[in-house]
């Protein structure tokens, strides 16, 4: 258990209306992601944070912002949803480990755009 | 561009029958490799990272090796509840400051009792 929580766990959201997905931990790891998981394709990088206040874009990241003012906390905000950004969003977090880094998975939050 | 390709897409096994799944990638400067198992509905579950050629790791029925150019994740006597998705994927050492990791599509295993 990497003590991630992920919120909502589904939604189902109207096209044009903001949407906010909630990514917490418990451990104070400094590097958070947010990637999405679509049929044929891998996951890709939405955006990431290298700590408070410290965030930038990955490979996805149009239509999307995010905001991290605490360790814990990681938001990923749709300003105004579109159907293309239905999916399943999942959040992660980098352990340091003596031979290099990992990345750990949360539950996943699955994203219905109507 | 780093990219990575796993076969095959989907595998069904008998109970017991050992095969391996194929990860084949092209990076800049291997930082690591990683292994993943999803359940549906379900994060990706993490199990081993490679860093470098000839590295081997185990995990219960899983091994997974590594060579330059691909690393092969070999299932022996497999049971129905090794049924999962797994995945691949890369970071190169070039990677920038976001240590950008490369993911394959994944494998689809079926473990048939």
């Known amino acids: 258990d990497a003590g991630i929580t992920q919120s909502p766990r589904h939604k189902v959201t109207e096209t044009g209306t903001p949407v906010t997905l909630r990514c917490h931990q418990t451990?104070?790891?400094?590097?958070m992601y947010w990637y999405r998981q679509d049929p044929g394709h891998g996951l890709r990088l939405i955006h990431y944070s290298y700590g408070v206040k410290d965030t930038d874009k990955g490979e996805v990241s149009d239509g999307y912002s995010v905001s991290r003012s605490k360790t814990e906390d990681f938001l990923l905000t749709l300003e105004s949803a579109t159907s293309s950004q239905t999916s399943v969003y999942f959040c992660?977090?980098?352990?340091?480990?003596?031979?290099?880094?990992?990345?750990?998975f949360g539950e996943g939050s699955w994203l219905t755009v109507v | 561009e780093d990219q990575v390709t796993q076969s095959p897409e989907a595998l069904r096994l008998q109970e017991g029958e050992s095969s391996s799944l194929n990860c084949s990638y092209t990076?800049?400067?291997?930082?690591?490799l990683f292994w993943y198992r999803q359940d549906p509905g379900k994060g990706p579950e993490f199990l081993f990272t490679l860093y470098s050629a000839g590295e081997e790791k185990e995990k219960e029925r899983l091994k997974a090796t590594l060579t330059k150019k691909e690393s092969f994740l070999h299932i022996t006597a497999p049971k129905p509840e090794d049924s999962a998705t797994y995945l691949c994927a890369v970071q190169a050492s070039n990677s920038g400051g976001y240590q950008k990791v490369t993911f394959g599509i994944g494998t689809k295993l079926q473990v048939i009792p």
């Open positions: 451990e104070n790891h400094r590097y």
């Open positions: 990076v800049s400067g291997l930082r690591g």
């Open positions: 992660a977090i980098r352990f340091r480990e003596l031979s290099g880094n990992t990345i750990y």
